[in-house]
């Protein structure tokens, strides 16, 4: 089968298009023909070792020493069920699904293995393999945070840096969502999309720092991994919460110290998605309730263009590649 490869940890020239045996499902297991994938954050760091501070060493251990152990990337699928393992009986053959891979990626390649016990569902009527991926990496954390870690409250005020990016929209719809008052930080360049998305106002970064000025909310959620506890706690409420959504090891060794010191809390940790998250989220962008927001479809031979601009950190919600 075609497939994005790397074979040593670098730029984005490091992936190539190569032929590899194709996954046989054991049992208990789907095998997926994949037809749309995404260029994710976490492509970028687990391809170029790019860790959050203090996680290079372990970075290195979890995913191979001394070149990568696990050769192909992607988290997540849209495509459908090419077989069934032995003792499969939720899917079938020619099944829609979306699937989250995790740490065990493959889903850069024309066909992938999943766990049908797994963070995998079926994709409704109506909604496009190319949205469906777009749903999985930014939809799943937005919503881990916001309802499991956050636990947002219709009413409250909800800040968030870096409303543009592919956990950005997904953290501006899903607030919006649980009935919040969103309030977004982005460039100018895209603040019509982001109020589009839900957020009543918006905050340019280059003109104006959120932390300076003397609004408060209930919930200030870091994307990007540059509002840590030092610059957001001042503009936290009284119980107020910061979620670090990209955060150093140092931020979440002190995050439960600093809980304990304030009636504050900052709150950080890793999402882990669940097959119920994925039917959630298609549910709502079935209904219109959430929009897969989509920064660029590139074809499986254009994937190294693809992890360019991810790489830019100027993309805008999810970068999809279709196959």
């Known amino acids: 089968m075609r497939a994005a490869v790397y074979h040593r940890y670098g730029a984005p020239e490091v992936v190539q298009i190569e032929d590899i045996p194709t996954p046989e499902p ?7 023909r994949v037809r749309a994938t995404t260029v994710t954050a976490a492509d970028w760091r687990v391809r170029s070792l790019s860790m959050p501070r203090g996680f ?29 393992g032995a003792g499969v009986a939720s899917f079938a053959v020619k099944d829609r699904v979306l699937a989250d891979c995790g740490a065990k990626m493959g889903a850069h390649a ?15 009527d109506g909604l496009s393999f190319e949205d ?8 799943s954390t937005a919503l881990h945070f916001l309802r499991n870690v956050g636990k947002v409250q219709p009413g409250e005020r909800v800040l968030i840096n870096g409303a543009s990016g592919e956990t950005g929209v997904a953290f501006v719809q899903l607030a919006r969502h649980f009935g919040a008052d969103v309030v977004g930080v982005c460039s100018a360049a895209n603040a019509e999309l982001v109020r589009g998305l839900g957020a009543e106002r918006v905050v340019d970064y280059t003109q104006e720092d959120f932390a300076l000025s003397d609004e408060k909310y209930d919930v200030i959620v870091d994307t990007v991994g540059n509002a840590g506890w ?45 097959a119920a998250d994925l039917v959630f989220l298609a549910d709502l962008a079935v209904k219109g309730e959430f929009i897969p927001v989509i920064s660029q479809i590139f074809e499986l031979e254009d994937i190294v263009e693809a992890h360019r601009l991810v790489d830019s950190g100027h993309k805008v919600g999810s970068v999809v590649v279709r196959l």
């Open 230 to 274: 030092v610059r957001s706690h001042g503009a936290l409420k009284d119980n107020g919460r910061l979620l670090q959504v990209l955060a150093g090891l140092a931020d979440m060794i002190k995050a439960p110290l600093v809980s304990r010191r304030t009636g504050r809390k900052a709150l950080a940790g890793e999402a882990k998605p669940i």
């Open 56 to 84: 290079g060493v372990f970075g290195r251990l979890a995913f191979g020493l001394f070149g990568p152990r696990k050769k192909v990337l992607g988290m997540a699928v849209a495509g459908e069920v090419a077989a069934c």
């Open 132 to 139: 469906s991926a777009a749903l999985v990496f930014g939809g």
């Open 110 to 124: 024309a066909f992938c293995v999943v766990k049908a016990d797994g963070t995998l569902a079926k994709i409704p």
């Open 26 to 32: 054991k049992a208990g297991e789907v095998l997926i």
